[in-house]
């Protein structure tokens, strides 16, 4: 699949890029891509939920009614669980919720993720580029000259470019990462993905080591 190299400033500078076939062009996995994004979200949950149990509660433990002869259940202390202020029964407690996920199946969902992208023509490859300074202003221009200023857009740098980011940081449709920082989530997130020339190459070296 070959597609046309831009400036920043739009224009269409003539040369091509060919993304290859064994990334880009290969038939996408729903099940590994539910996987990897459902091992994504797991990873960022803090699991730091907590609810008080009955030994928990403070209240006294006196009983409140005599324990046999009112044919009744037996109630216990003001802490249990069926009254008002009472502990919770089976309640949350802390705990990781993270998963483990094969590199293959990993593998597999970034280059579905990646697949869909370009079969939606939605990958745009620009000219590498840097900032001499943090400017949100010329990163705003850059996104306006390629018509992806209102759109919810992932640029991915060859490497970290602290002014490149650093311009983007205040924007809330823009996103930047590096090649090595690609994930699924991230990439069917975005409505377009921005690619530098270098970050072509990169993605390829990634995926082929």
Known sequence: MELSVYNIKGEDTGKKVTLSD?????EPNDHAIYLDVKQYMANKRQGTHKSKERSE??????????????????RGDINSPVLVGGGRVFGPR?????????KKVKGLAR?????????NDAIIVVEDFSFEAPKT?????????????DKKLLLVLPEKN?????????????????????????????????????????????FNA
């Open 162 to 206: 602290n002014f490149v980011y650093l311009s983007a940081r205040n924007l809330e449709k823009a996103n930047i990462i590096t090649a090595s920082e690609l994930n699924t989530y991230r990439v069917l997130d975005a409505t377009s993905l921005v690619l530098t020339e270098s970050s072509v190459a990169a993605i390829e070296n990634l």
């Open 94 to 102: 802390p705990r990781s919720y993270e998963f483990k996920l094969n």
């Open 57 to 74: 509660v403070s209240g006294s433990t006196r009983k409140l009614i005599r324990q046999k002869g009112g044919g009744g259940a037996r």
């Open 137 to 149: 202003k010329d990163f705003v221009a850059i996104t306006k000259n390629l018509k992806v200023a």
């Open 111 to 119: 280059k579905s993720a990646l697949a869909y992208k370009a079969k």
């Open 22 to 26: 064994a990334i880009f062009g290969i």
